[in-house]
């Protein structure tokens, strides 16, 4: 999913001078996808739902203060992910709260494919591999594969090591190689991608 960053530019611009049409023409880009990256990563929809407003709070209220950015759509996500991190430490009251923590929550509509499936071995075997992934490995295919994030904005993102992100990224992948054959893996990306 490419993004247009020219009128992402000239929306974020307008935004920081003032402009609702500009902030409403953001928040109408970003906030499903935002709410999409949230229940990914915590099944909580209303705390991800509280997030995204804040988000979108935060920048109408601050826009004058906001910098520029080279990615809107990663600044966003970025964002967002410090909010939740931010409400789930203060509910679970533990200051070396990690969201790698959480499992990634995978939709109904995945949950409902994988569960429909009438080969059951086809259905262990995509169920085995989604949880033999560790919760990093999924987030950083997450947003590789459906944001479209390069591994520079991942680590940023993810405040981890580029070096770490391909590492991960290529586990991860082998993983999923070593579960199934190459057509059985493109069933494994239908699934991702619904």
Do not use: C, P
Request: aromatic share 10%; net charge neutral; hydrophobic share 40%.
């Amino acid at each position: 999913m490419k993004e247009d960053i020219s009128s992402d530019q000239i929306n974020w611009e307008a935004l920081r001078s003032g402009d609702t049409g500009a902030f409403s023409a953001l928040y109408n880009t970003y906030s499903k996808v935002l709410l999409a990256y949230g229940r990914r990563v915590h099944n909580d929809r209303q705390l991800i739902a509280d997030a995204v407003q804040e988000l979108f709070t935060y920048l109408w209220t601050r826009r004058s203060h906001l910098g520029e950015t080279a990615s809107v759509k990663f600044y966003l996500i970025k964002a967002l992910r410090t909010i939740i991190i931010k409400e789930l430490k203060k509910t679970e009251r533990n200051s070396e709260y990690k969201l790698e923590d959480h499992a990634i929550v995978y939709t109904s509509r995945e949950r409902e494919i994988i569960d429909g499936e009438s080969n059951d071995e086809l259905q262990s075997k995509i169920k085995n591999a989604l949880e033999n992934l560790s919760k990093r490995e999924q987030e950083i295919l997450y947003l590789k594969y459906f944001t479209g994030a390069n591994n520079e904005e991942i680590a940023e993102l993810l405040d981890i090591k580029y070096q770490s992100v391909k590492n991960t990224s290529f586990a991860a992948l082998k993983k999923l190689r070593n579960h199934f054959g190459n057509n059985e893996l493109r069933i494994l990306a239908i699934i991702f991608l619904l």
